[in-house]
T-cell receptor, first 111, second 119 residues
Framework: SQKIEQNSEALNIQEGKTATLTCNYTNYSPAYLQWYRQDPGRGPVFLLLIRENEKEKRKERLKVTFDTTLKQSLFHITASQPADSATYLCALVDSSYKLIFGSGTRLLVRP | GAGVSQSPSNKVTEKGKDVELRCDPISGHTALYWYRQSLGQGLEFLIYFQGNSAPDKSGLPSDRFSAERTGGSVSTLTIQRTQQEDSAVYLC?????????????????FGPGTRLTVL
């Protein structure tokens, strides 16, 4: 069956460290994958998109990698700050061009 | 407007009642999406409107759910004879163009959601 999985346990890190979040998928061949940030009581906000022919994408302190062989994307936040605390969702586009979302991983950055 | 708006922000209803949830997309956006998010879960796709094309209703969980988009703008999601399992946050998103737009990616802009509680 098709699945998109993110670690359901919260990631708790110290300010200044690099946060790394994982997104794994099975039985999909997405043309692209995206990462969103969601704060409590709010809708998700788009952060980054990475296409299947791209290995890595960067935006300020954010970096996303996409390994289509491992069927995995990693999302990194360098020099993390307490304001980065939120839930981060990965989403991929399926064969009918709909976005399929993971359940998200909560990140807590301690001051 | 500045972004996608949804109303009401919260809705409490009794089991068996009908509810209507409203979404106002960003002006000029041709694509509109409805998702459902249950506690601790990811977003579940419900329905997708693209311009004047027939909507993709493949995510609607039952025939109690329906949605309309009038004049290519405002959308209403209707849930008839609500059940307790319908309790969730219903999110609407819009994008400049739809999912099938060649190689141009269209970012989805989300509204704040409507929290529905069925007692």
């Amino acid at each position: 069956s098709q699945k998109i999985e993110q670690n359901s346990e919260a990631l708790n890190i110290q300010e200044g460290k690099t946060a790394t979040l994982t997104c794994n998928y099975t039985n999909y061949s997405p043309a692209y994958l995206q990462w969103y940030r969601q704060d409590p009581g709010r809708g998700p906000v788009f952060l980054l998109l990475i296409r299947e022919n791209e290995k890595e994408k960067r935006k300020e302190r954010l970096k996303v990698t996409f390994d289509t062989t491992l069927k995995q994307s990693l999302f990194h936040i360098t020099a993390s700050q307490p304001a980065d605390s939120a839930t981060y969702l990965c989403a991929l586009v399926d064969s009918s061009y709909k976005l399929i979302f993971g359940s998200g991983t909560r990140l807590l950055v301690r001051p | 407007g500045a972004g996608v708006s949804q109303s009401p922000s919260n809705k409490v209803t009794e089991k068996g009642k009908d509810v209507e949830l409203r979404c106002d997309p960003i002006s000029g956006h041709t694509a509109l999406y409805w998702y459902r998010q249950s506690l601790g879960q990811g977003l579940e796709f419900l329905i997708y409107f693209q311009g004047n094309s027939a909507p993709d209703k493949s995510g609607l969980p039952s025939d109690r759910f329906s949605a309309e988009r009038t004049g290519g703008s405002v959308s209403t999601l209707t849930i008839q004879r609500t059940q307790q399992e319908d309790s969730a946050v219903y999110l609407c998103a819009s994008s400049l163009a739809g999912l099938l737009t060649a190689t141009v990616y269209n970012e989805q802009f989300f509204g704040p959601g409507t929290r529905l509680t069925v007692l």
